[in-house]
């Protein structure tokens, strides 16, 4: 049993650490957030499904009832990307990505709503602590300024987000985690394969290797282990564990783009810390 957690608790980690390259290369590749997903999407598609029949995945949607589901999540799963990026582009990786971890507290909420469990008071405590970790980290800003726009499309990329979580969290029993991930891309692919028709498709060439890491690091495997996780935890809990992606995203782009943090990014991200240390803890019990 100890090896087993630490087994499933070492994959989420891992996970949460190949998303957080998002942040990076949100930031740095130099073409339209639409056209970057698709790419993002389409070539993480490829890489999903070669994984699969590697593995012999069955990527049979058992019933029709799963369809809405599927597309659902997808849809969601789209426009989290989509904003997320633009939070990106507007503001910085430390302040688009720390928006983004509202979602947590959003989980908390609505999980009870969306999958019939009893409430855990202790989330509640959890998501202040978070907030406040996330009130420490942002700088003041005008209202009228980029800033401001990326943390509004971060919050609503964290809303879509949580959303989509918690759709593929009541699929997560029936079906391999890869397997999801592959349809999110198919899904996503399709959605935004117009925009490949009337954006700016240059620098493709230079750009390709960079959306290629976004693909198949970030994407094919990041996320199928973040889906993987949720047959061994609440959504709540791999959100919270998940906190971890900021800090690990402001690291990154310190290195990778000179991107500096300030003292209120140390403390606040301590305080995150702390957080997923208390729930990781918390879970193995």
């Known amino acids: 049993m100890e090896n087993s957690h630490i087994k499933n608790l070492s994959g989420l980690l891992l996970g949460t650490l190949f998303i957080s390259t998002s942040g990076v290369l949100g930031r740095y590749i130099a073409m339209p957030t639409e056209v970057i997903i698709w790419f993002r999407s389409f070539l993480a598609m490829g890489f999903l499904y070669a994984f699969c029949k590697y593995k012999k995945i069955d990527l049979t949607i058992k019933s029709s009832k799963d369809y809405k589901p599927f597309l659902l999540g997808g849809v969601f799963m789209a426009a989290h990307w989509i904003t997320y990026f633009y939070a990106l582009k507007l503001s910085s990786v430390a302040l688009g990505i720390l928006s983004l971890?509202?979602?947590?507290?959003?989980?908390a909420l609505l999980e009870p709503?969306?999958?019939?469990?009893k409430f855990n008071p202790i989330y509640l405590l959890f998501g202040l602590l978070v907030l406040t970790g996330?009130?420490?980290l942002t700088p003041d800003f005008d209202i009228e300024s980029n800033q401001v726009r990326g943390v509004l499309f971060g919050i609503f990329s964290a809303f879509c987000y949580a959303i989509r979580i918690l759709i593929l969290k009541q699929q997560v029993g029936k079906y391999n985690g890869t397997m999801l991930m592959f349809y999110q891309t198919v899904i996503i692919s399709v959605l935004l394969l117009p925009?490949?028709?009337?954006?700016?498709?240059?620098?493709?060439?230079?750009q390709f290797p960079y959306l290629l890491l976004l693909a198949l690091l970030t994407t094919a495997i990041g996320h199928s282990l973040m889906l993987h996780?949720?047959?061994?935890?609440t959504a709540a809990t791999a959100s919270i564990i998940s906190s971890l992606q900021p800090i690990f995203g402001i690291i990154l782009a310190f290195?990778?783009?000179?991107?500096?943090?300030?003292?209120?990014?140390?403390?606040?991200?301590?305080?995150?810390?702390?957080?997923?240390?208390?729930?990781?803890?918390?879970s193995k019990k």
Not at 195 to 206: A, H, I, K
Not at 259 to 270: L, Y
């Open 101 to 107: 971890y509202t979602f947590p507290i959003i989980i």
């Open 195 to 206: 925009t490949l028709f009337f954006m700016d498709l240059s620098g493709l060439e230079s």
């Open 113 to 117: 709503l969306f999958l019939k469990t």
């Open 134 to 136: 996330l009130y420490i």
């Open 229 to 233: 996780s949720l047959k061994f935890f």
């Open 255 to 282: 290195f990778f783009i000179q991107e500096i943090p300030t003292w209120n990014t140390f403390w606040g991200g301590s305080l995150i810390l702390l957080t997923v240390v208390l729930e990781s803890a918390r």
